[in-house]
């Protein structure tokens, strides 16, 4: 018959975590609030997905369309606004493409963001194959590229950043 281990009973990690002692380690504050988002769509694609994400319920995100070259947006509901003033108080910005379409907005959107600091993130939603140009334009103007993407990625990108 095989020898078994005695191990001494006392409180498990659970326990141990929850005492006085381990919370001094706690981080005490609460979750920063919702980001500031932007989300532009760089095609007619790219804008039916975008009108999708925008359909559900967000914190402080914001969706447009992006004409070139890129100074002005298009809000969903068709009005225009100054791409500075959009981007005033907004820490995240997601450009959405399919064709690779407005490559003078994205160039100006994202010189824009890098001038103030602002993390971008790109998705290269293609339903098919990927497409040249949509990566070639927003290869050098995104942080972070999500390719190849799907058009629910958007939605998943938004919650993940707390949007």
């Known amino acids: 018959m095989a020898e078994r281990l005695s191990i001494p009973a006392g409180p498990s990690a659970c326990a141990q975590a929850a005492s006085s002692k381990e919370a001094a380690y706690r981080i005490d504050y609460t979750l920063a609030a919702a980001r500031n988002t932007r989300v532009v769509a760089l095609d007619d694609s790219a804008e039916q997905i975008v009108r ?6 967000w914190g402080q995100a914001r969706f447009y369309t992006a004409t070139d070259p890129g100074h002005e947006l298009l809000s969903m509901e ?17 450009l959405v493409s399919v064709t690779g379409e407005n490559a003078k907005a994205v160039t100006t959107i994202g010189a824009t963001c890098k001038e103030r600091g602002i993390m971008t993130a790109a998705l290269v939603v293609t339903p098919e194959a990927l497409t040249s140009a949509a990566l070639f334009n927003l290869r050098s103007h995104a942080r ?3 390719l190849p993407a799907d058009a629910d990625d958007l939605v998943e990108l938004l919650k993940a950043t707390r949007a």
């Open 52 to 57: 999708d994400a925008a359909a559900q319920s």
């Open 144 to 146: 972070v590229l999500l």
């Open 78 to 94: 068709g009005q225009p606004v100054l791409l500075a003033d959009e981007l005033e108080d907004s820490n995240t910005v997601i």
